[in-house]
């Protein structure tokens, strides 16, 4: 029979006329499930909530919602924590394991069960296939029929473990107000009774998402809009408990360049891969910010200036592109922009880890010498470290396709009538090279490029490289002196 005085029967609406940001301390939240890598969307929604936290002084929470215990692994908690850090989003406090708090989860249902908010539930699993087979045949959207639902438990089958089910409201609707798409309104008749608790007595996602946003003190939910439906189900188990709810703000989901569902080739990779592809953190939290949230017209900006300007008004309502193109530009920006130092670092931490490099304080004063010349040209830290092989390179240093080509016989021949020039400059600076060999190239009639070119493609084994005289200074006379040789004629 019907539970008495059930305000979930009725209309209600759950959260004030007019979204306003509350007094009390802001608290956000990043809840992630440790089933795989912190994708770039899951990046995105913890910079969302790690900015409006910042941006109040407020905090920011860390859940792994850990439920699934057959698809949660350590690695995968291991990557999310590595992930964010990267990414510069540390947490405030300990991060809440969900698992662990199971007892909790199931001291609430007790509670509904209790205030007739929830009911146990003894359908088989060949009866739920059978309603769920029938709805279908007929067209209707598969629901639990509430068989159960105000049945006495004296006429359960014996032996058989029941679930616990939410009461929801069977009538009027649910109204969700969200600072993204407005009033989201469910009709009450569309939203069955859901799943609770299994039985084996585990809790289920939306009721455990509740109580431990609840007992957080989460103040605002900013996440992906595939919740939306959720925040139809836990906002009745909100209103049922007498809870106020989170404020929500479901952001549009990240489509690749070409208007599809994101995908690897878009870019729907981990956290770590960006790393490993040797994009910085700074730049990549610019770009995330801007993927659905804008400041006017600006497309640089600062964290600092994030944390100032982000708000949830200028969240967009419409699904954002990852465009790696634009990604790399916005990097290379940033990579012009650091410090020497800091790149050198980070660069030989990159190589040696991904790809074996074995260097000693000689090459990294050789690499930070040439920093300033490599770092112009590049987009990612990737690119400053394969740009900088010639300068670990062996004598005689390989010669790509194309630098081969350039260096024929009439290129062979010219080296070998720079080298005595270059042999006889005292010193060794940028300044007395860049006067040597304009010297012999108006010598020899010939355009400065059509010296420096095949020079470059001896020094480094490649047509590209930092300015030609950054190169033979960082090399050191020596070195530089022996690879023309080894290449002329």
């Not at 006495?152 to 600072?179: C, L, M, N, W, Y």
């Not at 103040?219 to 989170?246: C, E, K, M, V």
Request: glycine share 8%; aromatic share 8%; with cysteine.
């Amino acid at each position: 029979m019907p539970i008495p005085g059930n305000s979930l029967t009725r209309h209600y609406e759950l959260v004030p006329e007019k979204i306003m940001t509350p007094t009390k301390k802001i608290i956000t939240r990043f809840a992630p499930s440790p089933t795989g890598f912190l994708h770039i969307g899951g990046g995105r929604t913890a910079l969302f909530n790690w900015l409006f936290a910042r941006r109040h002084g407020g905090d920011f929470k860390l859940r792994i919602e850990d439920t699934d215990r057959e698809r949660s692994t350590d690695a995968a908690i291991s990557a999310i924590f590595e992930g964010l850090k990267w990414l510069g989003l540390e947490w405030d406090g300990e991060p809440v394991f969900q698992f662990a708090r199971q007892e909790r989860h199931r001291e609430v249902v007790e509670e509904l069960l209790a205030k007739g908010q929830a009911y146990y539930c003894y359908a088989s699993p060949g009866e739920l296939e059978e309603m769920r087979a029938l709805a279908r045949a007929e067209n209707r959207a598969v629901r639990y029929d509430g068989r159960w639902r105000d049945r006495d438990p004296s006429e359960a089958p014996a032996g058989v473990k029941p679930v616990v089910r939410f009461r929801a409201p069977q009538e009027g609707e649910t109204i969700v107000r969200d600072h993204v798409v407005g009033d989201v309104r469910f009709a009450n008749n569309q939203l069955d009774d859901l799943v609770l608790l299994r039985s084996d007595g585990t809790p289920t996602y939306n009721l455990s998402v509740v109580v431990d946003d609840h007992d957080m003190g989460i103040t605002h939910i900013i996440r992906g809009d595939d919740h939306l439906t959720n925040a139809g189900r836990q906002s009745q188990i909100y209103a049922a408990l007498g809870w106020t709810p989170a404020e929500f703000a479901h952001v549009p989901m990240i489509l690749g360049s070409d208007g599809a569902k994101l995908s690897k080739r878009h870019g729907a990779l981990g956290v770590d891969a960006y790393r490993d592809m040797g994009y910085l953190p700074e730049a990549m939290r610019n770009y995330l910010a801007r993927l659905g949230w804008s400041h006017g017209d600006d497309e640089i900006f600062s964290t600092q200036q994030a944390i100032e300007w982000f708000d949830l008004e200028h969240l967009g309502r419409s699904p954002s592109r990852f465009d790696f193109t634009k990604l790399e530009s916005l990097n290379g920006i940033y990579i012009r922009q650091s410090e020497d130092q800091r790149l050198t670092d980070e660069v030989i931490e990159l190589m040696t880890r991904l790809h074996g490099w074995n260097v000693d304080d000689a090459f990294a004063a050789k690499l930070f010498a040439a920093m300033p010349g490599l770092k112009e040209r590049a987009k990612t830290l990737i690119e400053i470290g394969m740009a900088a092989q010639f300068l670990r390179a062996q004598r005689p240093i390989p010669i790509d396709e194309t630098a081969s080509k350039l260096l024929d016989a009439q290129a062979r021949a010219l080296l070998g009538r720079l080298y005595p020039k270059l042999d006889a400059t005292e010193s060794w600076s940028a300044e007395t090279l860049d006067a040597a060999v304009r010297f012999f190239a108006e010598e020899e009639n010939l355009k400065l490029g059509k010296v420096a070119q095949p020079l470059r493609a001896a020094l480094t084994g490649s047509t590209v490289s930092p300015g030609i005289f950054d190169v033979l200074v960082t090399l050191g006379r020596a070195e530089s002196l022996d690879r023309i040789r080894d290449q002329a004629a």
